[in-house]
């Protein structure tokens, strides 16, 4: 049972990056999933996540505007579409699954999660 987050790189301000988050030994449809990022010195903070089977998304109020989730079932991999980034967007960004399911909801603090992928880092320089 794991997560294996990918695609984050260099980047210069306004560009995009699509961050993807491949889950085995379970279906990432069946619970909550979120996005977090943590900045050196900063605590982890929850970006966005979708709720269990129904698809409905949430996201922090620094990820409204810029900040796409989706999930594919078919592939048991969600995303994460970042545009016109900035550079206050450099960070780590981990991707988590939560195991308690609560229809309609998702969780966007970092200690509601339970399995955790390695991080992918995104630098935005101007």
């Known amino acids: 049972v794991q997560l294996q987050a990918s695609g984050g790189g260099s980047v210069q301000v306004g560009g995009s990056l699509r961050l993807s988050c491949a889950a085995s030994?379970?279906?990432?449809?069946?619970?909550?999933v979120g996005w977090f990022r943590q900045a050196p010195g900063e605590e982890r903070e929850g970006v966005s996540c979708?709720?269990?089977?129904?698809?409905?998304?949430f996201y922090g109020d620094s990820a409204k505007g810029r900040f796409t989730i989706t999930r594919d079932k078919a592939k048991n991999t969600m995303y994460l579409q970042i545009n016109n980034l900035k550079p206050e967007d450099t960070a780590v960004y981990y991707c988590?699954?939560?195991?308690?399911?609560?229809?309609?909801?998702?969780?966007?603090?970092?200690?509601?999660?339970?399995?955790w992928g390695q991080g992918t880092l995104v630098t935005v320089s101007s």
């Open positions: 030994g379970f279906s990432l449809v069946s619970h909550a």
């Open positions: 988590a699954a939560d195991w308690l399911v609560i229809p309609g909801t998702c969780p966007l603090k970092f200690y509601e999660y339970d399995l």
């Open positions: 979708i709720t269990p089977n129904d698809d409905t998304t």
